[in-house]
């Protein structure tokens, strides 16, 4: 059977849930029930595990975002956390490619005015 409040499997004897500590219903129907709900939920989370738009160019420009998503959604929404973690990976890399090329190019223009006076 499974517990009525975090559904998670309990033993047939359990009066208790281990997990969350509810009360255990020993019902057939119940459990049908919380089947169902979870069957729905997972139908639901798929449904949100779409990457959008927005919070990947969000991610790309500020890489930390993306890494605080994938954290805050690997578990509920995986599909969307990879997502972010790639996209985020991917802008800091072009950012961190971006900032040497402009360090290396600010070097270079000191460098000539300098060997230029
Ligand atoms: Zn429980």
Known sequence: MF??????????GDKVCGFCGKQAVHTVANENTIRNVSVENTANTNELDEPSTGI??????????????????????????ITALKVALIGFL??????????????????WMISNM
Not at 94 to 111: A, G, M, P
Request: net charge positive; hydrophobic share 50%.
């Open 56 to 81: 990947n160019v969000l991610c790309f420009f500020i890489p930390i975002i993306g890494l605080t998503l994938y954290f805050a959604w690997k578990n509920m929404y995986p599909k969307k956390a």
């Open 3 to 12: 517990c009525s409040n975090c559904g998670k499997q309990l033993e047939d």
């Open 94 to 111: 072009t950012w961190t490619v971006l900032s040497v090329v402009l360090r290396l190019s600010i070097d270079f223009i000191v460098y």
